[in-house]
Nanobody, 114 residues
């Protein structure tokens, strides 16, 4: 089992920055890929960025050049640095990890508004 707890969401003005963190506990040695997803009300959850144990990274086109994903070597911390935020980035952001199973955090709200 893996437990994931996100933090760092909140309200920010357009053009601002936020840093999301995800603390992982439990069987973290079994974790392979880790990722950030987001969901807008009424729509499906979509991947924002992911990173595997080798450090290979994927970014959705909508966040390339603005967001940076990182993780520690022990797979206990996942972060997402978000810069140049726009109202379109408003969503609930979820931490995800794949180990023996798929694991999700509870989500953290990010609101970009003036």
């Amino acid at each position: 089992q893996v437990q994931l707890v996100e933090s760092g969401g909140g309200l920010v003005q357009p053009g601002g920055s936020l840093r999301l963190s995800c603390a992982a506990s439990g069987s973290t040695d079994r974790i392979g890929i880790m990722a950030w997803y987001r969901r807008v009300p009424g729509k499906q959850r979509h991947v924002v960025a992911d990173i595997n144990r080798n450090g290979d990274i994927y970014y959705a086109d909508s966040v390339k050049g603005r967001f940076t994903i990182s993780r520690d070597s022990a797979s206990t911390t996942l972060a997402l640095q978000m810069n140049s935020l726009t109202p379109e980035d408003t969503a609930v952001y979820y931490c995800y990890a794949r180990g023996w199973d798929d694991y999700w955090g509870q989500g953290t709200q990010v609101t970009v508004s003036s």
